[in-house]
């Protein structure tokens, strides 16, 4: 009796789970989308339809985009033992009890044992340390599913034992194929259902979704389920209704994941690139999204300094002043300095000069440190013993406030790091720079040598990490 009761009772939660739940596709022949790693004759189809899963797998992708529907399709498929733990829920102790199965299986029965880990993101370092050895000596094959990025939130060693297939979100096209096959399917969707979806709201319904196809059918279903039958028995789902049934876009974006990162990083680029209205659209997807104003503002703050520098020196005063009034002001009105600060920076003309640091900074690493010319030193402590600053040349005492004398050290003379961009306020301080130095050049008796070699966006990028 007791198995009567949890046949029926299985039975009545698979016709009462959510439509998302219900349309889960069984088969790679359902399967929609990700045709970059399960198209045909791709690697990882290969592999379950000849059920040849042998190394693991980490499936890492967005919400919805099918990695849980595409290791049951190689559950279904595999004649191995397939077990599935949640990383939230499962630690160590249900770990030990999967792997001893799994030896005791491979013992009596030579059966192999697929161990599916959703989230696997959640376990700490520890609890993957744990999983290795078995993953490592082939007691289970990994299929690991994450929506974080799995180089930076597992192990190294498990990376280097597995897979990694990168899952994208569904493209409108592929979203509508599930919502239409949702409302003809007579089985575990509305195919016994007289449902009239208007074009415009399927359109609707796809472009909100934004490629996550369980927000699109939960979607559909809040839209069918909420939605009287008029007096033909037709449930009419408008545009209006489709607007109802979702009323929020729903944003990936991950304080601390890689949505956060790309969309910080768009951003930046578009601002540095010169692009206003890509700008105000990132910000608008950021602080949309929950971002602390507070790190977008030091964004703008740092690429005034490094991307638009003197050639409009105005930029980091007014991405300052947009910080000091933002924490004056708070939200929702403190927008209004931020988008003037994006705006400002955006249309203001560019320059990266300001990295002529990293030339002089790699030029003390590869030469080293030389003593401060003597009439540069402070003439204070050691002026009458050592002449330390004697026949320093004050420059405000000549003409133009200017007087040529050394100021770098005798083995660099000559050398320039700094080169003004033909850009904004920089075209005056070329001129003006480039006076100082043939000036500089002629009293000193000295060539011009070739400026400072340019540096990769490794080196600046490793030097930036110094800094910090």
Do not use: C
Not at 25 to 39: D, M
Not at 102 to 117: C, G, K, M, P
Not at 230 to 244: K, S, Y
């Amino acid at each position: 009796m007791t198995d009567l009761f949890d046949h029926a009772m299985h039975e009545r939660m698979k016709s009462e789970a959510p439509l998302a739940a219900r349309m889960r596709p069984r088969t790679l022949a359902e399967f929609v989308g990700q045709e970059h790693i399960i198209g045909d004759g791709k690697l990882l189809r290969r592999a379950i339809e000849s059920d040849r899963l042998f190394s693991s797998i980490l499936l890492w992708g967005p919400p919805g985009s099918g990695k849980t529907t595409l290791a049951q399709i190689i559950a279904n498929r595999t004649q191995s033992r397939f077990v599935t733990i949640s990383a939230i829920l499962a630690g160590k102790a249900e770990l030990r009890e999967v792997v001893a199965e799994a030896l005791e299986r491979r013992r009596l029965h030579n059966e192999r044992t697929i161990l599916f880990v959703d989230e696997v993101h959640r376990w700490n370092k520890a609890q993957q340390d744990a999983l290795l050895p078995h993953v490592e000596n082939g007691t289970v094959t990994l299929i690991g599913a994450t929506t974080e990025n799995p180089y930076f939130e597992v192990i190294g060693a498990l990376i280097s034992r597995s897979r990694v297939f990168q899952l994208r979100n569904l493209n409108q096209a592929e979203t509508r194929i599930l919502i239409e096959r949702a409302l003809a399917d007579q089985e575990r969707g509305y195919g016994n259902r007289r449902i009239r979806l208007d074009p415009e709201a399927g359109a609707h319904l796809a472009e909100v979704a934004t490629g996550d196809a369980r927000n699109a059918l939960n979607a559909l279903e809040l839209a069918v389920e909420s939605t009287p039958a008029d007096e033909d028995g037709v449930i009419h789902i408008t545009l209006d209704v489709a607007q109802e049934s979702i009323q929020r876009r729903a944003i990936l974006y991950d304080k601390d994941g890689d949505a956060h990162y790309d969309t910080v990083s768009a951003f930046i680029k578009s601002v540095r690139g010169s692009d206003p209205d890509a700008a105000l659209y990132w910000l608008a997807k950021m602080l949309y999204a929950g971002e602390d104003a507070r790190f977008i503002m030091r964004r703008l703050i740092i690429l005034a300094g490094e991307d638009i520098g003197l050639a409009d020196p105005m930029g980091l005063v007014v991405a300052s002043s947009a910080a000091q009034a933002f924490d004056y002001i708070g939200l929702p009105e403190g927008i209004y300095p931020i988008v003037e600060a994006t705006l400002y920076l955006a249309t203001a003309p560019k320059s990266n000069s300001a990295g002529a640091y990293f030339k002089a900074m790699k030029k003390i690493e590869d030469e080293g440190q030389v003593s401060v010319p003597r009439h540069l030193m402070d003439g204070n402590r050691d002026a009458a013993a050592l002449g330390h600053g004697k026949e320093y040349v004050y420059p405000h005492d000549h003409e133009g406030h200017f007087a040529p004398q050394q100021y770098l050290p005798g083995r660099l003379l000559g050398t320039y790091f700094y080169k003004p961009s033909g850009e904004g306020y920089e075209t005056q301080i070329h001129a003006r720079l480039e006076m100082w130095r043939e000036a500089q050049r002629q009293a000193l008796g000295i060539e011009r040598r070739e400026e400072a070699a340019a540096l990769s966006e490794e080196q600046i990028q490793e030097m930036k990490r110094k800094i910090k």
